[in-house]
């Protein structure tokens, strides 16, 4: 299974990251093995300024016998796990849109 296809958690137990709570440096571990670090996740930034908009994340993973690689995409923490923020996006936006009636 290549880096880009594993389901990657917060070492700290945390279900959402958002402006009011978050943190600039967390420590990442695979889901199948969620005591173990096998890299950083470090916060660039937030989707908005209110309180409860969600904190921005770059994930350098470092391989077993590989040098550390920065994943491409930018991620935020949702439901415990770390999910690539533009697919989390296009999830989240045709429910903000309803119909007129």
Request: hydrophobic share 35%.
């Amino acid at each position: 299974m290549s880096p880009e296809q594993r389901i990657y958690i917060p070492l700290v137990a945390i279900e959402r990251a958002t402006q009011k709570h978050s943190w600039s440096r967390l420590p990442v571990a695979v889901a199948s093995k969620p005591d173990q670090a096998c890299g950083e996740a470090r916060r660039i930034g937030y989707t908005g300024r209110e309180e409860h908009d969600l904190a921005l994340y770059r994930l350098k993973i470092k391989p077993v016998g590989l040098s550390t690689m920065t994943l491409p995409g930018i991620y935020i923490i949702d439901k415990g796990m770390f999910q690539d923020y533009e697919e989390w996006k296009a999830i989240q936006e045709p429910s903000l849109e309803t119909p007129a009636e």
